[in-house]
């Protein structure tokens, strides 16, 4: 039976995350578009570590950590959103454009892989993630894949807007503050700041325009000068 997709995300949500990615990208290296810097190898990585949070192993007990799980899918869109803005040779536009259309009815349809077809409805979440690993081996991007991860996981694309920006702005926020350099304070007043980050984003709403400038202020203010 086909599973319902989740609405997709809105064109603002779309342009507000590629722009973030784009920033961030500028901060590692300025010229990333023309270091083209294999993103999807990132995502195979990544996908593994989700595989591993999901508990693979038939010889001994696992349990499944859906926290670090919707963690490490939130760290597969960062590369994902990369590697469409390096195939739109960063025309932010462009790469938003392509999204939004791949994004629509997604997780409908099946998947044509090593010549077999994939039926994303009655696939488990840990085949889901072995398929999106080999898929980003491949340098393929299936939007589809990752939305019926998405879901699977029990996020909803509003959810993965909320949780990817404020990652996105603390990671802007460590480099703002030296984590290259290595004199970024991880520990705030006794709290890790990811612990801050938590608290901050339950106080903002994830709806309001600028909801990424109100949790980089936020932030700002917590930090010790």
Known sequence: MS??????PSRQQMETMLSLQSAMNSKVDPDWVTAAYPYLRAVVVEAAEAIEHHG??????QALDMAQLQMEVVDIWHFLLSEVLLRQQGDEVAASTQLLNDCDGNGSHDILFDNRPCDLNSMTLLDKLELLTALAAARRIEIAVFASILQDCKMSWDDLFAQYVSKNVLNLFRQDHGYKQGHYQKIWHGKEDNE?????????????DDYHAQLYQALKLRYPV
């Open 3 to 8: 599973v319902p997709s989740a609405p997709a």
């Open 56 to 61: 693979w192993k038939w010889w001994k007990k």
């Open 196 to 208: 801050h980050l938590v608290e901050v984003m339950a106080a903002l709403s994830a709806d309001a």
